[in-house]
Nanobody, 120 residues
């Protein structure tokens, strides 16, 4: 069974920084693309940043230049460094990954989410 567990969320003032982590565990053969999503109250879930297995990255326009996504394939872990945070970044942040496990073909898995709150 595969699990994704996020950590690192919290309350920060505008202009501050946070670093989110997402650790994948279980019977994992390979991890393909990974990504961070967020959902603010009353809004749809949106892609914040994605990273391929080779390290290619893409970002939502709203976070370009402020957020950096990275991954450590040896640790099956993904990170999101968030700098210059704004109140509009407040949301529940979810990690997602496409994983080949010992039991199933490549499938999409989601973490439980971590709250990020930016105060003005």
């Amino acid at each position: 069974q595969v699990q994704l567990v996020e950590s690192g969320g919290g309350l920060v003032q505008a202009g501050g920084s946070l670093r989110l982590s997402c650790a994948a565990s279980g019977s994992i053969f390979s991890i393909n693309a990974m990504g961070w999503y967020r959902q603010a109250p009353g809004k749809q879930r949106e892609l914040v940043a994605g990273i391929s297995s080779r390290g290619s990255t893409n970002y939502a326009d709203s976070v370009k230049g402020r957020f950096t996504i990275s991954r450590d394939n040896a640790k099956n872990t993904m990170y999101l460094q968030m700098n210059s945070l704004k109140p509009e970044d407040t949301a529940v942040y979810y990690c997602a990954a496409r994983i080949l496990s010992g039991l199933t073909p490549f499938s999409d898995y989601w973490g439980q989410g971590t709250q990020v709150t930016v105060s003005s």
